[in-house]
């Protein structure tokens, strides 16, 4: 069975994180250690551990977790200069919370996408 993780309580409002998005599919709230200005997780409501899990009945839940994150990039101003999105699955992906997250990062030049 897969485990609830934080996301599940802030999900639920359980633990009192300020959310810039939610609806039936997705939520949305600042990433508690940001890595850039902006620095923002979009999670589906339904808890899928990884990547690896995700099914056909998933995508518009998917689909969803862009048009969310493009629409949050224009409130935070970074549409026109950029940004990056970003999904860890597993260990060598770093992947440290098993519910599935798309991080949107961004407000500097974020540089290279990989160390080499
Ligand atoms: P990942 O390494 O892709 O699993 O990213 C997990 C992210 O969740 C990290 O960037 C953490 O800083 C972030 N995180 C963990 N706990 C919280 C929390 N309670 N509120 C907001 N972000 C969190």
Redesign the pocket.
């Known amino acids: 069975m897969t485990e609830e993780t934080?996301f599940s309580k802030?999900i639920r409002q359980e633990i009192p994180?300020p959310l810039l998005y939610q609806d039936d599919l997705v939520t949305a709230?600042?990433?508690?250690?940001p890595q850039a200005p902006c620095h923002i997780?979009v999670i589906p409501n339904k808890l899928i551990a990884t990547v690896n899990d995700v099914t056909e009945d998933d995508e518009l839940t998917l689909g969803r977790m862009i048009t969310v994150a493009k629409k949050l990039a224009k409130e935070e101003g970074i549409s026109d200069d950029g940004y990056r999105l970003i999904m860890?699955c597993n260990d060598h992906g770093?992947?440290?919370?098993y519910h599935i997250?798309m991080?949107l990062v961004g407000g500097h030049k974020l540089g290279p996408m990989l160390k080499r």
Not at 29 to 33: E, L, P
């Open positions: 934080i802030i994180t709230f600042r990433d508690i250690s997780l860890n770093g992947q440290e919370v997250h991080h």
